[in-house]
T-cell receptor, first 112, second 114 residues
Framework: GESVGLHLPTLSVQEGDNSIINCAYS??????FIWYKQESGKGPQFIID?????DKRQGQRVTVLLNKTVKHLSLQIAATQPGDSAVYFC???????????FGAGTTVTVRA | NAGVMQNPRHLVRRRGQEARLRCSPM?????VYWYRQLPEEGLKFMVY????????ESGMPKERFSAEFPKEGPSILRIQQVVRGDSAAYFC????????????FGNGTRLTVT
């Protein structure tokens, strides 16, 4: 499953398939990007981050891609599991690591 | 290793009352941040504190809101004379005193103003 456009509020994906969550950012000066996962009733949980001097970074089952030319960020989740159901936020920052600017989020629902 | 601890988890206040939200950072973390999340929205930065110092409060409303991080004890976000528009989830995050460290968030305090 894949979300397209500036942000798609929801993404439904079959268990076992790969998920792609997209995020467009607005500030070309942003140099630090983070993906967070937020489950219902909980705080954002760090997934993976990437700096502007990189275009790809991999973690466990997740990959973040950064395209600075078109100001686009994506999160790929391999072999999506029911526990991946959550709201996913991309966040960007300029010059420091704390004043994050969050997107509106994409709700991912995994179908069994 | 306990994560960022926030309390209370839920807080109900009538209009005009005061709300006090507490945050204990992760062990070894000396930087604390407060964010606010309205329903169906992303988080918005409010304030960044270190022990006994406010570093950046550019996201804090000018009136009724204040934050502190004393030498001993948790960080406190205080909202005086609450209004219905203050109803939101308030999240605290912390990070160690090293550069390029991602923020770790607590599970938030959900404030409801009736």
């Amino acid at each position: 499953g894949e979300s397209v456009g500036l942000h798609l509020p929801t993404l439904s994906v079959q268990e076992g398939d790969n998920s792609i969550i997209n995020c467009a950012y607005s500030n070309s000066a942003s140099d630090y990007f983070i993906w967070y996962k937020q489950e219902s009733g909980k705080g954002p949980q760090f997934i993976i981050d990437i700096r502007s001097n990189m275009d790809k970074r991999q973690g466990q089952r997740v990959t973040v891609l950064l395209n600075k030319t078109v100001k686009h960020l994506s999160l790929q989740i391999a072999a999506t599991q029911p526990g991946d159901s959550a709201v996913y936020f991309c966040a960007e920052n300029i010059g420091n690591d704390y004043k994050l600017s969050f997107g509106a989020g994409t709700t991912v629902t995994v179908r069994a | 290793n306990a994560g960022v601890m926030q309390n209370p988890r839920h807080l109900v206040r009538r209009r005009g009352q005061e709300a006090r939200l507490r945050c204990s950072p992760m062990k070894g973390h000396s930087h604390v941040y407060w964010y606010r999340q309205l329903p169906e929205e992303g988080l918005k930065f409010m304030v960044y504190l270190q022990k006994e110092n406010i570093i950046d409060e550019s996201g804090m409303p000018k009136e009724r809101f204040s934050a502190e991080f004393p030498k001993e004890g948790p960080s406190i976000l205080r909202i005086q004379q609450v209004v219905r528009g203050d109803s939101a989830a308030y999240f605290c995050a912390s990070s160690p005193p090293t550069a390029n460290s991602p923020l770790h968030f607590g599970n938030g305090t959900r404030l409801t103003v009736t």
